[in-house]
């Protein structure tokens, strides 16, 4: 009798959790799809990104002790992007209480811009009511016709979870 197959099964039932339901989620006007845990909620709000007035699509959700967002814009000024994907990763930073950056790489993939901004980053910090959070963030552009659109995706957890993190930014699909 094969004692392997038992014990590979409970290991794979174990690395499924039941909190998190992956499905893949086309954002409207993003021209991306991204697999999320949960079923996301949709809002829009005018920010200011590299002294222009963009609309801001933000779709996200919680899930398994995880706050999981997905945001873009477009920037009619293609020369501002990585000045504006520079502001909006400060801007993250700058809400998070006493934020430290713990790791910072490239990030780019097939289709988006190979921007000095483009990045990957783990940060802690504290959210607004003291509570420690880590930030597991990509910001990335990418050319569609005469705009830039820009993309930022993050996983606040209370604590660094690189697999949950790795599942979102891997199922972050340009059309």
């Not at 845990?37 to 963009?54: F, I, L, N």
């Not at 609309?55 to 020369?79: K, Q, R, V, W």
């Not at 569609?144 to 891997?170: M, S």
Request: aromatic share 6%; charged share 15%.
């Amino acid at each position: 009798m094969n004692r392997t197959l038992p014990w590979a099964a409970a290991l794979l039932l174990a690395a499924c959790s039941p909190a998190l339901n992956w499905r893949s989620v086309p954002l409207a006007g993003a021209a991306l799809t991204a697999t999320l845990p949960c079923k996301p909620d949709h809002a829009t709000r005018t920010v200011e990104m590299a002294g222009v007035p963009v609309e801001l699509a933000m779709a996200g959700c919680e899930a398994d002790s995880a706050t999981f967002a997905i945001s873009h814009a477009a920037l009619p000024d293609p020369a501002r992007a990585d000045v504006a994907l520079a502001h909006w990763r400060a801007a993250v930073l700058a809400r998070l209480e006493a934020a430290s950056v713990l790791s910072e790489q490239p990030f780019a993939f097939a289709g988006t811009l190979p921007l000095p901004s483009s990045v990957r980053l783990v940060a802690q910090g504290r959210r607004a009511d003291g509570a420690a959070v880590t930030v597991q963030g990509v910001w990335f552009a990418r050319a569609l016709g005469q705009e830039v659109r820009l993309y930022h995706a993050v996983v606040y957890t209370d604590k660094p979870r690189p697999d949950v993190a790795n599942a979102l930014f891997a199922g972050l699909n340009l059309q």
